[in-house]
């Protein structure tokens, strides 16, 4: 399976970090080895001082395909969740200066934790209100309204370059509100109410 993130999708999150609006999607991905489900610790790594927490809506691909008008692409997924794209920042920072590729800094092992699948349904894919709380205190909180790339426009853009396979997720990007994890926070991720994450840090 693969797991693909999207840079940049909330602009007020682009900001906080000083990035540039981007005019097609930003694509980057993680191996297998960097799931990490829901109920499990994430243990900080020692080659890094600096943590993020990135909480962001998740979608599983249901169908195989190429070259997916954005038309279609609602006919591509049917579960989400909310994940934490966690990220080496210091190192992202250091690389991303001398112009190299951050992959290290976002694709380590359990660097993509996951909670708990929930079906659409009738809900609005652009319409779902999600949040972190961290140690009881609310840290992030969006809506998939303010995305800059839809979850059809980014299928359809993914789908140009790589063959989409059932059991792949999208990590949709991240709203502002981003920072440091510690040891012995505890993370809760929800979509609307529903708790779905739960993930303490050692
Ligand atoms: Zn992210």
Redo the contacts with the bound molecule.
């Keep these: 399976m693969k797991i693909f ?3 940049r999708n909330y602009s007020l999150h682009a900001e906080e970090l000083g990035n540039a609006i981007p005019d097609t999607p930003i694509i980057f991905l993680k191996p297998e080895t960097s799931l990490l489900r829901s109920g499990t610790p994430f243990y900080i790594p020692s080659f890094s001082n600096d943590i993020h927490y ?1 909480a ?1 809506i998740v979608v599983k691909i249901c169908r195989l395909g190429k070259g997916i008008s954005r038309k279609f692409a609602h006919r591509y997924y049917k579960d989400i969740t909310i994940g934490i ?1 966690f ?1 080496a920042r210091d190192i992202q920072q250091n690389l991303k200066k001398k112009g190299l590729p951050w992959e290290i800094s ?1 694709g380590f092992d359990n660097s993509a934790g996951l909670g708990t699948w929930i079906d659409i349904n009738n809900l609005n894919i652009q319409d779902i209100d999600f949040s972190l709380e961290i140690n009881n205190i609310l840290v992030q909180n969006g809506n998939t309204a303010n995305m800059l790339f839809s979850v059809d426009e980014i299928i359809s853009y993914i789908s140009n370059f790589y063959t989409l396979k059932i059991g792949d997720i999208i ?1 949709t ?2 709203p502002a509100g981003v920072g440091k994890i510690n040891k012995g926070d505890h993370l809760i991720g929800k979509i609307f109410d529903k708790k779905l994450l739960d993930i303490k840090i050692k």
Excluded: A, L, R, S
Aim: net charge negative; with cysteine.
């Design positions: 993130c999207i840079g990135e962001e794209d990220t976002k990590f990007g991240t």
